[in-house]
């Protein structure tokens, strides 16, 4: 049985109030599907992207949810505006400022706690227990600085299935070393600190600037994830995610 990383319920504090939902992106792997419509406003299974994550994130009682647009920034914003909980709140970038940039724009609505960071085309089904939860859960502050939601490489849809990471026994995560492949693969789905944005590059910049900052300070850590997962980033991962949700909905109809 491969080691599932911190366990949950070892926090004092197992409540992550705040969120980000990556939302910016031009979605180009997605065209031509994104070239009038933009990626997270992609239907999967008659829900959009966006929803699924927010629904995810609402589950775990997240109280507000920061989205970031760019790319047919007016779209989601109409959309949005229909969903009620939990609080949203745009993010407008005017330049596209990749991950790491995106969210350090974002931190004067995010605050001074650890918050949800969430791909918006991650989506996520549930196992035994509720994934964001457990990672909140897991979430120890005196440890941490950011904590990944990991996902069996060998069970990815919608990856190279090379994976990510590899993790110690207490859930402490290291860089894949090419050539050899990884056990495990990020979701894009993670709790982080606002203390890992200091001293960082102009935007645009990616998250992996921080990740490499925790790596090397012993404080970028991982749980596993006990459901499904899938990368939704080009029309064959539609695909395929779209059939299975499918599946599983005419099997909850038929029960």
Same mark, same amino acid.
């Given at each position: ?66 989205v ?33 940039g995106?969210?350090?724009h974002?931190?004067?609505? %995010?605050?001074?706690?650890?918050? +949800?960071? =969430?791909? /918006?085309?991650?989506? $996520? ?7 964001? !939860?457990?990672?909140?859960e ?16 060998f069970e ?36 982080l ?30 749980? %596993?994830?006990?459901?499904?997962? +899938?990368? =939704?980033? /080009?029309?064959?991962? $539609? ?7 499918s !599946? ?8």
């Amino acid at each position: 049985m491969p080691d599932r990383g911190p366990v949950a319920g070892s926090s004092t504090n197992a409540k992550v109030r705040r969120a980000m939902v990556l939302a910016a992106g031009l979605g180009l792997r997605m065209r031509p599907i994104t070239e009038r419509l933009p990626k997270p406003l992609v239907p999967v299974a008659g829900r959009t992207l966006l929803d699924r994550a927010i629904d995810r994130l609402e589950e775990a009682e997240v109280e507000e949810v920061v989205v970031n647009v760019h790319y047919l920034a007016d779209q989601v914003e109409r959309h949005l505006a229909h969903r009620t909980t939990p609080r949203i709140v745009l993010s407008t970038e005017p330049e596209l400022l990749e991950t790491g940039g995106g969210v350090q724009h974002a931190l004067p609505l %995010l605050g001074s706690e650890p918050f +949800f960071v =969430v791909n /918006s085309d991650a989506v $996520l089904l549930n196992g035994p227990r509720q994934a964001l !939860r457990n990672l909140a859960e897991a979430w120890d502050g005196a440890r941490m600085d950011a904590l990944m939601l990991l996902h069996a490489t060998f069970e990815t849809s919608g990856s190279d299935g090379t994976g990510d990471f590899t993790m110690d026994p207490n859930g402490r995560l290291r860089r894949r070393a090419p050539p050899h492949v990884a056990p495990y693969s990020f979701t894009g789905i993670q709790v982080l600190h606002p203390r890992l944005f200091v001293d960082l590059p102009d935007p645009p910049f990616s998250l992996n600037i921080l990740y490499n900052r925790a790596i090397a300070s012993g404080r970028l850590y991982g749980i %596993l994830h006990d459901g499904k997962w +899938f990368h =939704v980033g /080009s029309p064959e991962d $539609l695909a395929g995610a779209e059939a299975y949700l499918s !599946r599983q909905q005419l099997g909850v109809r038929r029960t």
